[in-house]
T-cell receptor, first 108, second 118 residues
Framework: RKEVEQDPGPFNVPEGATVAFNCTYS??????FFWYRQDCRKEPKLLMS???SGNEDGRFTAQLNRASQYISLLIRDSKLSDSATYLC?????????FGDGTTLTVKP | DTGVSQDPRHKITKRGQNVTFRCDPI?????LYWYRQTLGQGPEFLTY????????KSRLLSDRFSAERPKGSFSTLEIQRTEQGDSAMYLC????????????????FGPGTRLTVL
């Protein structure tokens, strides 16, 4: 079993749709959690950190459930520019473990 | 440009040759990471440095791989006796450290070095 697992998708949604991505992690001692975005042939970039209390940044909402070892990302009112691969990242004592990503394509 | 830079951007080599990649992190960042990424996979952790100290190295890394950060600034990743399976994008990232939070802040990635082993 991989340390960080994501549904690879692809998710194909129309503009304006709401889409949710899930991620599970295996190590209960994990300390920090993030969502990164990676565009095709580009480097990953931080989308948002994930906190136990949940956090929101505009159209993006991230949730962490430590008991279930589960992280989610919700994107509301999808834009064409949201098309990318979304990487779940779990950090423990200096080591960051990335999921394999979920690919989102937003269509007109 | 004050971001993370990597050199070269592309490297084509023959099996059995040695290659070395360089990463220049954001100057005030004391953590530096190396990752490897293949198509359809997320970045795979290789190693990381806190200043000049190499604090962790992936078990996946064979003895053919070595990384250094001699003065706590730039870092090099060397692959000896390259194999076709080494073909991948090699990503470097840097971050400051937040001791209060117990973990790193955002990691800033460089554009990567794409290695092709023929």
């Amino acid at each position: 079993r991989k340390e960080v697992e994501q549904d690879p998708g692809p998710f194909n949604v129309p503009e304006g749709a709401t889409v949710a991505f899930n991620c599970t992690y295996s190590n209960s001692a994990s300390q920090s959690f993030f969502w990164y975005r990676q565009d095709c042939r580009k480097e990953p970039k931080l989308l948002m950190s994930v906190y136990s209390s949940g956090n929101e940044d505009g159209r993006f909402t991230a949730q962490l459930n430590r008991a279930s070892q589960y992280i989610s990302l919700l994107i509301r009112d999808s834009k064409l520019s949201d098309s990318a691969t979304y990487l779940c990242v779990v950090h423990l004592r200096g080591k960051s473990t990335f999921g394999d990503g979920t690919t989102l394509t937003v269509k007109p | 440009d004050t971001g993370v830079s990597q050199d070269p951007r592309h490297k084509i080599t023959k099996r059995g040759q040695n290659v070395t990649f360089r990463c220049d992190p954001i100057s005030e960042h004391n953590r530096l990471y190396w990752y490897r990424q293949t198509l359809g996979q997320g970045p795979e952790f290789l190693t990381y440095f806190q200043n000049e100290a190499q604090l962790e190295k992936s078990r996946l890394l064979s003895d053919r791989f070595s990384a250094e950060r001699p003065k706590g600034s730039f870092s090099t990743l060397e692959i000896q006796r390259t194999e076709q399976g080494d073909s991948a994008m090699y990503l470097c990232a840097s971050s400051p450290t937040s001791y209060l939070a117990g973990g790193p802040l955002e990691q800033f990635f460089g554009p990567g070095t794409r290695l092709t082993v023929l």
